[in-house]
């Protein structure tokens, strides 16, 4: 890369929302660059690199579902990048525990389990 490149699109932050944007941007041939701080195979400080849409409750039924199609999307995407590639991208699925409090907390739970 020198300073007379172009790109198609600038995508700021290297998240798992950015680089998934690249990733899909380049695939379809744009020219993207993503810029990000240098924390090197480090998560996020708030998720610590766990996805777990479906014990993630919201009362908006569209970002539920969303949530619920990108939880489904993710084992996609890992076997994806790992073919025809070296590279362990460390996913790994394992299952989970949720408890609930009362009643009322069964059935919000129970559909986590849709």
Sequence with gaps: MDSTDVFD???????????SIAYHLTKKGKKVILIDRK????????GAGIISPP?????NEIL???QLEAGKYYPILNNELSLGHD?????????KIVLSIDEDEVSEIGRAHV
């Design 87 to 95: 590279l362990d991208t460390s996913f790994r699925s394992h299952q």
């Design 9 to 19: 699109f600038c995508i700021i932050g290297g998240g798992i929302v950015g680089a």
């Design 55 to 59: 014990t993630t409750y919201t009362d």
């Design 64 to 66: 539920y579902k969303l």
């Design 39 to 46: 924390d090197k195979g480090r998560a996020t400080s708030a």
